[in-house]
């Protein structure tokens, strides 16, 4: 059973368009993250959301759009991809803080940007 | 700003022997340290953390980490490395804004 579960698993696409990342998770948690991995594994935080209200949002630009539906889910639009976009998007949840509660982090979406 | 330095970007070891992966932190107020551990295409999972209390934590596998607070310092070991323990090792901190920070990660490699 996949608690915290990412699709696509890799996504290739051109510059200028824009696309999706999913995610969802099974174990009852209230708060999301989206994080991002560069080419030299360095994980930065984009987003969190708590009961699907944004709470974090790292100077990130405003080509990536968080969306929240409802708990569960917490998927990632992307803008007018850029070369610098491409790295490996991960997402994780955790019930409440992250200090006292661990966080569960998804297998990862390799975006590539050509 | 809250950074994390881990200065050993990759830490080459062979099977059995001894390892210590260092961390350091810049915050001088309390702080909440972990470390993660990422396998060859997979996800992060936590290892092991330190909140409060006893400044030496273990994680299930024989990994232990100690925290010292006058050197800021929250180094990884293991007293005897296997081959599965090959991976990607972050530290990661928590400065009370329910942020995680994390270290630019080290690789340990462990050779048979």
């Known amino acids: 059973d996949t608690a915290v579960s990412q699709t696509p698993k890799y996504l290739v696409t051109q510059m200028g368009n824009d696309k999706s990342i999913k995610c969802e998770q099974n174990?009852?948690?209230?708060?999301m993250y989206w994080y991002k991995q560069d080419s030299k594994k360095f994980l930065k935080i984009m987003f969190s959301?708590?009961?699907?209200?944004?709470?974090i949002n790292e100077t990130v630009p405003n080509r990536f759009s968080p969306k929240s539906p409802d708990k569960a889910h917490l998927n990632l639009h992307i803008n007018s991809l850029e070369l610098g976009d491409s790295a490996v998007y991960f997402c994780?949840?955790?019930?409440?803080?992250?200090?006292?509660?661990?966080?569960?982090f998804g297998p990862g979406t390799r975006l590539t940007v050509l | 700003a809250q950074s994390v330095t881990q200065l050993d970007s990759q830490v080459p070891v062979f099977e059995e022997a001894p390892v210590e992966l260092r961390c350091n932190y810049s915050s001088s107020v309390s702080v909440y340290l972990f470390w993660y551990v990422q396998y060859p295409n997979q996800g992060l999972q936590l290892l092991l953390k330190?909140?409060?209390?006893?400044?030496l934590v273990e994680s299930i596998n024989g990994f232990e980490a100690e925290f010292n607070k006058s050197q800021t310092s929250f180094h990884l070991r293991k007293p005897s490395v296997h081959i599965s323990d090959t991976a990607e090792y972050f530290c990661?901190?928590?400065?009370?804004?329910?942020?995680?920070?994390f270290g630019t990660g080290t690789r340990l490699q462990v050779f048979p």
């Open positions: 330190y909140l409060s209390g006893s400044t």
């Open positions: 959301y708590n009961n699907k209200e944004l709470i």
């Open positions: 990661a901190v928590d400065d009370n804004t329910d942020k995680l920070i």
């Open positions: 994780a949840s955790s019930q409440g803080g992250v200090a006292y509660n661990e966080q569960f």
């Open positions: 174990l009852g948690h209230d708060t």
